[in-house]
Structures are given as structure tokens and as C-alpha cells.
């Protein structure tokens, strides 16, 4: 139990990480969202093969994969929308001006990407007893933009340094718990229910590229966007090879 706390503090480290950088560091907007495009390249893969083709593998013709897809999906569509209410958040904003009214929305946002993601994480330790190395590549770089964009913001509305990293700190062991629970809370669970759980946050992740970081990545990187969301596949799918080898 104690391994998958301590990977799923591993996969979410990028978060503060994130906030050093932004901290030390001016970094454009182009740069920003081509890590968000590499990220969200990382994410789609490890959606693909690491989560719902898994889920599928678990409980085959019981219908459990789509009904978590879709449960996944939409709870992440509402819940959005909700946090939207408090700060107009469409997408992930690395513009340092006007940025104060959208930490706290922007912060519930990454926990609710997280705590999912981390999930996974430790699913994957329970049911395999290794963690998956894509998976968790893919969670550390789809962090690390979320967390400069976020840390600009707050730089810019005056939060101390110590502030911002606790936060991050704060963020990254909740979703450390998180990859726990997924260890401990699922040991007696049918093949039926966790492959629910694994499509659930397939659909939820897929979600949240859909709606804020590929929008974002493409606004602030531009055509390179593309790009480098093709590298990113192209390197979880060689890490998703490379384990099964």
C-alpha cells in the first residue's frame, strides 16, 4: 500500500514542479501550451491502452466499460460547469493579467483531473503489482502545465512563493490518497466494477482534454500544437510497447 502512495506522490510531483518553475521563471505562452499538447498526447494514448481497452479486457460483454466511459465523461461535464460558475473557466489560462479570480476554479479543476488519474494509478498496482509507466508519464507532463499556468497566476495576483508550493504540496498528497484508496479501497471488487472505474476515468480525462487543455495547448502553441500532440502519443504508445515486450 505504502508503494502506491508513493507513486501516485511521484506522478503528481509535477505539480510542484510546475510551481518552481513558473516561480524562477518567465516562460511564454507558446511554450506553455506546447508542454499541454505533449501532455495531452501522453493522456490519449494512455486512455486508449492503458484504461478503457483494459476495462474492456476486464469485463468483456457485461456493457460495465461504456456505462464507466460515459458515467466518467458527464460527471466531469457537470462538474465543470460548476466550477465555470465561480470563474468563467472554459479553458486553462497561462495570461498572468486578470488571472486572480480563476486560481480557485482553476485549482478545483486539477484536483478533479487528478484525483481520477491517481485512482488509476493505484488500480493499476493492485491489479498488475507494478505500476504502469505510461500511465504515470502520462500524469507527471499533463501536470506540469497546469501547475505553471496556475503558479503565473497567482505570482501575478501576489501569493508568496512559500504559498504557492504548499498549495501544490497540499494538491499533490490529496491525489497521493487518492492513488492509495485506489489500491486499498478496491481489493474485494469485482473484475465488472473495476473495469468501471478504469473506463469512468478514461471518459473523465478524455473530458477534460476535450473541453480545456487541447483548446488551450492550440491557443497558446498554435500549430505546433499538433505537433507535439503527436509526439506525445507517439511516446506513451512506445512506453505502452516497450512494458509488454
Not at 488571472?99 to 478533479?112: E, F, G, K
Not at 494509478?121 to 500511465?135: D, K, P
Request: hydrophobic share 60%.
Amino acid at each position: 500500500m505504502l508503494s502506491a502512495f508513493l507513486w501516485g506522490l511521484l506522478a503528481t510531483s509535477s505539480l510542484i514542479v510546475g510551481g518552481v518553475i513558473a516561480i524562477r521563471f518567465t516562460l511564454t505562452k507558446k511554450i506553455i501550451g506546447i508542454v499541454m499538447a505533449f501532455g495531452a498526447g501522453t493522456l490519449i494514448a494512455a486512455i486508449s491502452y492503458e484504461l478503457i481497452y483494459e476495462a474492456v479486457k476486464l469485463a468483456p460483454k457485461t456493457g460495465f466499460p461504456a456505462y464507466g466511459f460515459f458515467a466518467g465523461a458527464f460527471t466531469f461535464y457537470f462538474i465543470d460547469r460548476l466550477i465555470g460558475k465561480y470563474g468563467n473557466r472554459n479553458q486553462i489560462n497561462a495570461n498572468a493579467s486578470n488571472q486572480s479570480r480563476l486560481i480557485v476554479p482553476m485549482v478545483l479543476a486539477i484536483i478533479l483531473d487528478g484525483i481520477p488519474e491517481s485512482i488509476v494509478i493505484g488500480l493499476g498496482i493492485f491489479e498488475g503489482g507494478t505500476v504502469s509507466l505510461a500511465m504515470l508519464v502520462a500524469v507527471f507532463i499533463s501536470n506540469l502545465p497546469e501547475a505553471i499556468a496556475g503558479s503565473t497566476g497567482m505570482k501575478a495576483s501576489g501569493w508568496s512563493k512559500k504559498r504557492i508550493l504548499l498549495l501544490w504540496l497540499v494538491i499533490a498528497l490529496v491525489c497521493a490518497v487518492a492513488s492509495l484508496a485506489g489500491y486499498g479501497l478496491f481489493t474485494h471488487a469485482s473484475e465488472a466494477w473495476l473495469s468501471f472505474i478504469q473506463a469512468f476515468a478514461g471518459g473523465a480525462i478524455l473530458m477534460m482534454l476535450a473541453n480545456s487543455m487541447m483548446p488551450a495547448a492550440f491557443d497558446h502553441g498554435g500549430k505546433l500544437a499538433g505537433v507535439f500532440t503527436v509526439f506525445g502519443f507517439f511516446v506513451s504508445v512506445a512506453m505502452v510497447i516497450f512494458e509488454n515486450l
